[in-house]
C-alpha cells in the first residue's frame, strides 16, 4: 500500500516546501531546482538501496559523495541550508520508510510546517546580505560601522569583513542590512 503513497507524499511535501514556501519568500531560483533534483536523487537512491541487499556502508559512501560535491558550490546562507536539508530529509524519509506507514508521512509534514513556521517573517521587512566594496583597508571596527551606515542610512545588522585588497586599496564586506519591501 505505501509502496505508492510515500512517494506521493514526498511529491507533496517538496513542492509544498519549495513552490510555497520558499520561492516566494526567497526569490532563488537556482535553488529551486538544486532542491527539487536533491530530493527527487535521494528519494531514488535511498528508495534503490531500501530494495537492495547492499550494506548500509555503501549508502554512507554514496552520501558523503554527495556532501563533497555541495562543499565546492558557491556559499549558502543559513537559512538555504535548513531548505537543502529539508530536502533532503524528505527524500530519505520518501525512500526509506515505507515500514513506518503513516508516521513516515506525518514526518514529513512536520519537517514542512517546522521549516515553514521556522522561517516564517511576518511583517518584519525581510533581511538581505550584499556584498559591498568598500575604498580603503578597514579591517572592522567602529570606522567600517560609521561607513556603512552612511552608506545604507541605517546601523547594518551584521557587518562581516571578507577580504582585505592591500594591492587595489578596497575592502569587501558582506552586510546584513533591512531592506524596502518588494
Known sequence: MFDFILPLADAA????????????RHRRRDLVAAFLAVNVGVMAVA?????TSVNVGL??????????????SA?????????????????????LA????WAAVV????????????DWR?????NRVRTVVLPGLHPGGPELDR???????????????????????????????ASARP
Not at 15 to 24: F, G, N, Q, R, S
Not at 76 to 94: K, N, R, T
Not at 107 to 118: C, K, P, R, T, Y
Request: charged share 10%.
Open 13 to 24: 511535501a517538496i513542492t509544498v516546501l519549495v513552490l510555497v514556501l520558499y520561492y516566494p
Open 47 to 51: 528508495a534503490a538501496l531500501a530494495a
Open 107 to 118: 514526518f514529513m509534514v512536520a519537517v514542512v510546517v517546522v521549516l515553514g513556521a521556522a
Open 75 to 95: 556559499e549558502l546562507q543559513q537559512h538555504e541550508i535548513a531548505y537543502y536539508f529539508a530536502s533532503l530529509a524528505l527524500g530519505l524519509i520518501g525512500g
Open 147 to 177: 561607513q556603512l551606515a552612511a552608506l545604507f542610512g541605517a546601523e547594518p545588522l551584521l557587518a562581516s569583513v571578507r577580504k582585505l585588497d592591500a594591492v587595489r586599496q578596497e575592502t569587501v564586506v558582506a552586510v546584513r542590512a
Open 59 to 72: 549508502g554512507l559512501g554514496l552520501f558523503g559523495v554527495l556532501a563533497l560535491i555541495r562543499l565546492r
Open 98 to 101: 515505507s515500514p513506518m506507514g
Open 122 to 126: 511576518g511583517g518584519a521587512r525581510p
